[in-house]
Every structure is written in structure tokens, then in C-alpha cells.
């Protein structure tokens, strides 16, 4: 997402907000889930559909800081039982599910990528080809 640059800005400041860049507002951030919520909805990009999706919202908080992920995928899919509030974890630059830093009660994880659920013993997602945090 590109921010809306004020009057008098230079054009060449433009750069410095490409995705990627230092002062882009995604980068990897660790932190404690403060809040989850699930709701199923229609996607709002597109009023015409008929299709449902479930909307994650990953709420993290490190100080002062806060920061707050959405993750759109398939209605099937509930990350509320996996994610506890006060959970330690990590959003990765480019991803909206967070990971967990503490896995060692789990016996599944979750892929950052689709967001499904995998034996942890797999080292790659079976539904998406993505290698699995661990």
C-alpha cells in the first residue's frame, strides 16, 4: 500500500515508500498477540459475490507499539483455537498469519502462507508447497 505523499513532496521520496524499502510500514515485528478475532463475511473488494470468506484479524503488541494484520482466507479455516491472547510471536515481512514462538505443545502448525493446519512433522505445507516455521 502506497502512502499519499503531502504537497511539496519530491517526487523521488516516492522510492523510499516502495514495497520493500526501509520505511515500509510491513516489516517482520515480534511482539504479543494483544487480540484475534474471526468473522465470515463477503471479501468488501467485491460486493457482487456470493462467496464467503473468514477474515482473521491478528492484533500485536510490543511496548508502545502496536500493530494490526488481516488474513483473508477460505470460511473453512479458524485460527482462534491455535492463537491464544499473550501468545509470544513473530509477523513476518510479506505474510498476515503471525508465528507462534512457542510450538511445543502443538501438534500441528500453521502455515503462515494458506493458513491450514499441518502435522508437525511435515517441513512443507501439503496444500500450498510452502516450507512450514518450526
Do not use: W
Not at 31 to 53: F, M, T, W
Not at 87 to 113: M, T
Request: charged share 35%; net charge positive.
Amino acid at each position: 500500500m502506497k502512502k499519499e505523499r503531502s504537497p511539496g513532496f519530491s517526487q523521488k521520496g516516492d522510492r523510499y515508500y516502495a514495497k520493500g524499502s526501509f520505511f515500509d510500514e510491513d516489516k517482520t515485528f515480534d511482539g504479543r498477540l494483544a487480540r484475534v478475532e474471526r468473522h465470515v463475511a463477503r471479501d468488501p473488494d467485491a460486493p457482487d459475490s456470493k462467496r464467503l470468506y473468514s477474515f482473521h484479524t491478528f492484533v500485536i503488541q510490543k511496548g508502545a507499539k502496536t500493530r494490526t494484520y488481516v488474513f483473508k482466507g477460505v470460511k473453512e479455516i479458524n485460527l482462534t483455537g491455535y492463537f491464544k491472547e499473550g501468545d509470544r510471536v513473530r509477523h513476518h515481512y510479506g505474510h498476515a498469519i503471525p508465528e507462534k514462538y512457542d510450538k511445543s505443545g502443538d501438534s500441528e502448525v500453521v502455515c503462515i502462507v494458506c493458513g491450514e493446519p499441518v502435522n508437525c512433522r511435515r517441513s512443507v505445507c501439503p496444500y500450498c508447497g510452502s516450507v512450514l516455521l518450526k
